[in-house]
């Protein structure tokens, strides 16, 4: 469960549109925001005796003043009613922005960093520019990526419908390592409602244009996505998902895009295989691959188009460890015809 989460804000309205998301989370889960803000120093070009500096140069006054400006914005933030209840605590740093999140993350025991996007989509363009891209590519703990035109912690907690979270699996043991994280965030985001997790199998058809699949063909594949999807709901619901009262459901999404199929589960609620309408998700799960965060996704370019194209939420799962050597293991027997 989240206990310890950083927002970091750049000074615009926009980043701060991630404290509704952060401040319900903390309650839910007794735990405690940092808010940050990072002061970038001069910037020097050149090397050796020769070393200029920018016109902009910051003498080191009006950096102090800066910081001390950015610790009162910070606890007027503070104050905000989304954080009422909630141990806040400010920080205000100089040096690289993406940098100092990874510092603090380390040094404040940070375990999940919310952030808001701007523009129209996903990475197309952040509030924090390339540091967020950083971020969300490089960051030690899960990350939580809001839209600026899109909101899960509205006025009103989720009580007529439940609040729903997609998480895509692609029959790795890295997809499903998001479950869990994926199944806290969602409890705590409900809270005191009730939260729920769609699971999708999204299965691309390597169809040429124009081409239908053939029925057999058709039929086995959606036998094995159906059989998997079973298989594991059924041990959702029996852990995560009872500990945490949450409601289970699964589809198969059978496109000949996999990152179409899944966001159109996760934005509209298509269904055309398998539980039936549901009205959509309220954010998507992904889980990230090795140590290269977005440079390559459990799914490939798959999760990252997702990313890419969404106008939902999307929660960003490093996996442990444990994880990536099991799917290596996975990966390795599938080429040799091992069992695992």
Known sequence: MFKRILVPLDGSALAEQAIPTAG?????TGG???????IIPPIEYGYGSSTLYSPFNIAEQALHDDLEEATQYLERVATSSYLAGVKTEVVAETGSAAAMIFSVTEEKNIDLIVMCTHGETGLKRWVLGSVAQKVARHA???VLVLHQHTTIAGP????ERPLRVLVPLDGS???KAALQPAAQLVAALATPGQGAIHLVRAVKCDTLPGEVLDPVTKEHLLHNAKTYLASVS???REGIAAELKLAVTWSVALDTDAADAIIGVAENGEDAEGAGAFGGCNFIALATHGRGGLQ???MGSVAERVLAGTTLP???VRPQPAAIEQAMNQEEARQTGVQV
């Open 24 to 28: 319900r989370i903390a309650r839910a």
């Open 234 to 236: 059924g041990h959702v």
């Open 140 to 142: 030690p703990v899960p």
């Open 32 to 38: 405690s925001v940092v808010l940050l803000r990072v």
């Open 296 to 298: 390559r996704w459990t």
């Open 314 to 316: 999307v929660f960003i």
């Open 173 to 175: 043991a890295l997809a």
């Open 156 to 159: 009103h907690p989720y009580l």
